[in-house]
């Protein structure tokens, strides 16, 4: 018997010409999705991508797998029916701020919440991209767009808190930029049993050019980017001699530099991946006054849904044995027409 030969990223590329614009962080996602794939023993023929409208939602072409390019915002539904339907696919779901956020919010927020298992992959550039440039959920106040020439006066949602809000048991954050974690990502959302939520902070060189820069750039990343690891202390920039410290009264938290003040490493924070109320307030940094927290902010698997529905029925049949469709349909209000 032949032994099957290991797959390549080729293997997880389509034919289909990559149709976004010059520049795009989506090229970067893709690459790395394609790389991470065949690591995790994924294969084409058990592996679905599934996405709504916009940009991002292209990508099931470039995916040399099976998938489904759907409607608005509604992804998760196609992906609950799915998994529930065939629970050994391979589910991920591909969406953008606006089509995750907006009209696709209720969708987002109930198949988190049920703890399906499936990857949600949101790229998040704060604007709609391929409807040309109008403002979006996480657009920033001020933000010039035709929908908005005066500027957006609208709040801009937190993906992170939304999915935790909706009880996501799985809520990690990476950068475009940082390709080679990004594949580390990729690897703890599909390993996990449950919704995994992954916002990836993506640029968009045509409508919203450096919406992240202040985060990205290099000469501010160090500073500007705390990645997280379960059981290591919250240390950041060039040297990692930042971190973040619990306040005196322990109701917030304040960066300290390590050696300054009498600040040592044991002062600072150890990242608890499974601790929801530290991830609620990781998740709300940003800079100027905080760097802008990436990686796992709280993974706390629990059981999933399409699991508990194939145990209920299972259930269900077992508590009915020996019963049979003729007399179920003879039962109860019955009667003979002549």
């Not at 956020?101 to 987002?108: A, K, T, V």
């Not at 990729?186 to 995994?196: C, D, L, T, V």
């Not at 005196?248 to 960066?255: F, I, K, L, R, T």
Request: proline letters at 5%; a negative charge; glycine letters at 10%.
């Amino acid at each position: 018997m032949d032994t099957p030969s290991k797959l390549t990223k080729k293997d997880f590329t389509s034919d289909q010409e990559v149709r976004w614009c010059p520049g795009c962080g989506d090229y970067a996602i893709l690459a790395a999705m394609q790389r991470t794939l065949p690591g995790l023993g994924a294969t084409r023929e058990n592996t679905v991508f599934i996405s709504g409208i916009g940009c991002s939602s292209r990508f099931p072409y470039y995916m040399d797998t099976y998938g489904f390019h759907t409607i608005h915002g509604r992804a998760p539904s196609l992906a609950t029916g799915l998994k529930v339907a065939n629970p050994d696919l391979d589910v991920w779901i591909i969406t953008g701020d606006g089509d995750g956020l907006s009209i696709g919010g209720n969708h987002l927020m109930h198949v988190l919440r049920r703890n399906v298992d499936v990857q949600i992959i949101m790229f998040n550039n704060r604007i709609y991209g391929l409807t040309k440039g109008q403002y979006s959920p996480t657009s920033i106040v001020g933000q010039r767009s035709p929908s908005t020439p005066m500027g957006s006066i609208d709040m801009p949602v937190n993906p992170a808190h939304i999915a935790l809000g909706a009880n996501a048991r799985f809520v990690a954050r990476g950068v475009d930029t940082a390709t080679k974690i990004l594949g580390s990502l990729f690897e703890r959302a599909y390993k996990n049993k449950g919704a995994s939520f992954l916002e990836i902070l993506q640029n968009c060189p045509v409508f919203n050019d450096g919406t992240w820069t202040h985060v990205t750039a290099k000469e501010v990343a160090a500073d500007n980017q705390l990645w997280v690891e379960h059981g290591q202390p919250l240390l950041f920039g060039k040297d990692k001699d930042k971190g973040l410290r619990w306040t005196a009264d322990g109701s917030n938290v304040e960066v300290v530099t390590v050696g300054v003040d009498g600040v040592a490493e044991k002062d600072i924070i150890v990242h608890d991946e499974t601790n929801r109320s530290l991830a609620f307030l990781l998740a709300q940094l940003m800079p100027p006054d905080f760097p802008i927290v990436l990686g796992v902010l709280y993974c706390n698997p629990g059981p999933s849904y399409e699991q508990s529905v194939a145990d209920q029925n299972a259930a269900a049949v077992a508590s009915q044995a020996g019963a049979d469709i003729n007399s179920l349909l003879r039962s109860g209000h019955t009667w003979t027409v002549k």
